[in-house]
């Protein structure tokens, strides 16, 4: 079953001394298949990058976006997980550590807070709040 619903999205990006929020409306689709959910989007930008938040039914959440750089990140509050950012200067391997994971759908919300770890050293806060209805 699939539906289309209103995606309101805020990602808060914070590295060293810096903060950038973004924000976006987007429409979308959320899907169930097999007990597994899927929203899909577009975040529109000066690029287009194509987004699938995928809700696993333990609880974790694969992000992937497929822009001019592909990203997938696990979020897992229970283990770290890797990922290979791939960058058109070449891949990226960092290790993801969710801080903060909700998730309802009934309500459409979800959010989670994330470190993104290159070897001993924090890249990055992150915080992906995504509301829908």
Known sequence: ??????????????????????????????????????????????VETPVTVKINTDQTIVITRNGQSKLQLLLDLKNDSITHYQTPIGVIVMTVKTNQLKIDLSKGIILAKYQLWQANTIVGQYTFDLNFK
């Not at 001394?17 to 979308?28: C, L, R």
């Open 1 to 46: 079953m699939q539906q289309n619903i209103q995606i309101n999205l805020t990602n808060i990006i914070q590295q060293d001394d810096t903060s950038e929020t973004f924000h976006f409306n987007e429409t979308g689709t959320l899907a169930t298949i097999r007990e597994i959910s899927y929203i899909r989007f577009t975040e529109t930008t000066s």
